[in-house]
C-alpha cells in the first residue's frame, strides 16, 4: 500500500518535471518552424495548446481577451515587452515562469497572422 502511494508521488513528481522543463526549452525557432494553418484554438499544436491555456488563464484575468486580439500586434518584440509589462501590473498573477509559456502561444499566434496579414492587408500605420 505504501509502495503504491509513493509510486504515484514519484510519477506526479516526474511529470511536474516534465512540464518545466518543456517550458524552459521553448524556442522562437520551433514555433515559427512549425506553420500549420489555422488559428482556431482546437486546431492549434498540441504544444501551443498547452500554452495556449496557460494564455487564456492568465492573460483574461483584467480584460478581455479582444484586447490582445484587437491590438493588430503581430510583432515579436512587442508581445515581449507586453507581456512583461502585463506581468509587472499589480496582481496580475503572471509568474516569471509564465511568461515564456505564454510567449510561445502569442509567436505562434503573431505568425499566422502574419501569414494571413501578407496576402491581404499588408499595410501597418
Ligand atoms: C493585472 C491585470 C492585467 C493582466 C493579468 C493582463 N493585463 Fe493586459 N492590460 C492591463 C491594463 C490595466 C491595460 C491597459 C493599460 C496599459 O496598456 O498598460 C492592459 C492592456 C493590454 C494591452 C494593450 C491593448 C491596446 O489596445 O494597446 C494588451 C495587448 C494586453 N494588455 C495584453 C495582455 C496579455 C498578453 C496578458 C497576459 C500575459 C495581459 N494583458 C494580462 C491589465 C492586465
Excluded at 516526474?14 to 522562437?28: E, F, I, N
Excluded at 518552424?33 to 500554452?51: I, Y
Excluded at 483574461?60 to 490582445?68: G, I, N
Excluded at 484587437?70 to 509589462?85: H, K, L, N, P
Aim: charged residues 20%; aromatic residues 8%.
Amino acid at each position: 500500500m505504501r509502495t503504491r502511494i509513493a509510486l504515484l508521488l514519484l510519477a506526479a513528481l516526474v511529470c511536474l518535471d516534465l512540464v518545466v522543463s518543456a517550458c524552459g526549452a521553448t524556442t522562437t525557432t520551433s514555433i515559427l518552424g512549425d506553420r500549420s494553418e489555422g488559428a482556431d484554438p482546437s486546431a492549434l499544436p498540441a504544444d501551443v495548446q498547452a500554452s495556449y491555456r496557460v494564455f487564456v488563464q492568465r492573460c483574461s484575468k483584467c480584460h478581455a481577451l479582444a484586447r490582445v486580439y484587437e491590438s493588430g500586434i503581430t510583432d515579436d518584440d512587442y508581445w515581449v515587452r507586453y507581456v512583461a509589462r502585463m506581468r509587472r501590473q499589480p496582481g496580475s498573477g503572471i509568474s516569471k515562469g509564465d511568461e515564456s509559456v505564454i510567449l510561445h502561444y502569442l509567436f505562434y499566434y503573431s505568425a499566422q497572422k502574419r501569414d494571413a496579414g501578407s496576402s491581404t492587408t499588408a499595410s501597418n500605420p
